[in-house]
Structures are given as C-alpha cells and as structure tokens.
C-alpha cells in the first residue's frame, strides 16, 4: 500500500466551482482537506462519484453521471471546513465541489491524501 498526496481542486473562492473527475481505481481510502486562501468564504464542500463505464482508457474518460457520497460533506464558515474522510473508496471516480453561500475573495484548494494497493 502506499500513499499519495494531490489538489484534487484549485479554484477562486468568489464562485461555486466544480472539480475535474479522478479515476479512483485501486484506491482504499482517501482523506480531503480544503483550504482557503481567505476568512470570508462560506459553503460547502461535498465529494461525489461516477460509476459510469468508460469507453477507451479511464485516465482520459469523462463522467457524466454524478452523485454525492454520503458523509461526504464539509460546512465551510469563515474559510474553515473539517476533513472529510471517506474510509471505502469503491467508485470509479470522484470529484469536489465546492458551492457558495457567501463571501470568498481569494481561493480554495482541496488536497487529498489517497490509500492505495
């Protein structure tokens, strides 16, 4: 097993904002921490998933189908969010999404700490 640091979103804070889609393949668990690049944003930040079948490589494949993990949300207010933890990775990509309530001026970068075999 080994573990695995990325952003899996980078993006300004001033908007609701939609992540790219992961191939989560072979992973176990994953661990996601937003960070805010300023004190005013406040929203959420849900992980969803896409079981969809590929056609062609599922590095390159888009997802159209998307839904939300439950437990898979984190409540920002005042540019803080918890951890969000997903302990069985059984899908075949995931995304973040982060939507707007208020404020931002700045950005949110979500890193994610993936288990893997």
């Not at 979103?9 to 960070?35: E, K, M, R, Y």
């Not at 005042?78 to 931002?104: D, H, K, L």
Request: glycine share 10%.
């Amino acid at each position: 097993m080994r573990n695995s640091r990325v952003v899996i979103l980078s993006a300004a804070d001033t908007a609701s904002q939609t992540g790219s889609a992961f191939f989560s393949g072979q992973w176990v668990s994953a661990s996601f921490a937003p960070v805010f690049g300023d004190t005013s944003a406040n929203g959420t930040l849900k992980i969803q998933c896409s079981n969809d079948l590929e056609t062609g490589s599922p590095y390159t494949f888009v997802p159209t189908n998307w839904c939300d993990i439950p437990s898979a949300t984190s409540t920002i207010a005042s540019g803080v969010g918890p951890v969000i933890t997903i302990g069985n990775m059984n899908f075949g990509y995931i995304r973040a999404v982060y939507t707007r309530s208020s404020g931002g001026s700045s950005t949110i970068i979500v890193n994610m700490n993936v288990l893997s075999i």
